[in-house]
């Protein structure tokens, strides 16, 4: 088939095979929302199937995440932390089985506009794995010591994160 041709859509096997579910399954709506301290274990377990640190971690955080749900399963999370201009974006997680369909793009576009809605005009981050993907979206290289102090001294900053993860910035527009 030629990329002008559009298939024909097949009737669901009588069987209700599991590519037939999956298909159903990728076309249900993908809410994101504001998380809730209610949606903490799910969070962690998110995070930890993620090898994401979260030792420092606490309910509380969660008044600054954003969760994506689809059919009421968690899919995705990315959570804010500071205030004022500069915000540390941290904990960006997708579920292994929503992966590769553009929900962690969904979700960091998010989380800049809540934090440009909270007043922030600048984001930190450090990984250890996604330095590609926040590249591709924007995020420049910077010196850990050029993040504002008030960031700095956060726990990601201090001890959860590794001292050999890359510090990167993005300003938002």
Known sequence: MNHHQTPHPQP?????NSAARGARRRRSSLSIRAATREDYP?????LSAAHLPHS????EHLDHFLLAERDEELEGVVGLEGQGEARLLR????AE????HGLGHQLLEAAEASARAQG???LWLLTTT???FFARAGYARAERETAPKALRLLTEFTSVCPSNAACMTKLLG
């Open 91 to 94: 904990s960006l997680a997708v």
């Open 97 to 100: 089985r929503a992966q590769g």
């Open 56 to 59: 420092d971690l606490t309910a």
């Open 12 to 16: 669901a096997s009588p069987s209700g």
């Open 120 to 122: 922030a005009n600048r």
């Open 130 to 132: 996604a330095e590609p």
């Open 42 to 46: 799910a969070v962690l377990a998110l």
